[in-house]
């Protein structure tokens, strides 16, 4: 059975940082494009970042570009989201997901769309306050 599992989220003040992981089971990533998605109360996903699999190529939101970091280990399975220098606003639940690199567009830029990725994980709450 194909599965995503994020962990890694918490309470953090603003400032502070978290590092997200990805885990796959069932699969291996080496032939996916990942991304990391969030939600926040009463809003639409919104596309975080993204990574390809061939040559790890990736794309940020510009709420968080300097600020998140995006990379992944296919040894480990997994990919993993650091992000520092947190604020209020990127509160959320946030998930990981998977889409074949078959299905993926070529260009990274194209890749932080939600409606492109079959896979998804649960997600995992990040909570920023004082």
């Known amino acids: 059975q194909l599965q995503l599992v994020e962990s890694g989220g918490g309470l953090v003040q603003p400032g502070g940082s978290l590092r997200l992981s990805c885990a796959a089971s069932?699969?291996?990533?080496?032939?996916?494009?990942i991304g990391w998605f969030r939600q926040a109360p009463g809003k639409e996903h919104e596309g975080v970042s993204c990574?390809?699999?061939?040559?790890?190529?990736?794309n940020y939101a510009d709420s968080v570009k300097g600020r998140f970091t995006i990379s992944r280990d296919n040894a480990k399975n997994t990919v993993y989201l650091q992000m520092n220098s947190l604020k209020p606003e990127d509160t959320g639940i946030y998930y990981c997901?998977?889409?074949?690199?078959?299905?993926?567009?070529?260009?990274?830029?194209?890749?932080?769309?939600?409606?492109?990725?079959?896979?998804w994980g649960q997600g995992t709450q990040v909570t920023v306050a004082s």
């Open positions: 997901a998977a889409v074949s690199v078959v299905k993926a567009p070529a260009a990274v830029e194209a890749m932080c769309v939600k409606e492109l990725y079959d896979y």
């Open positions: 069932g699969f291996t990533l080496d032939y996916y494009a």
């Open positions: 990574i390809t699999s061939s040559d790890h190529s990736t």
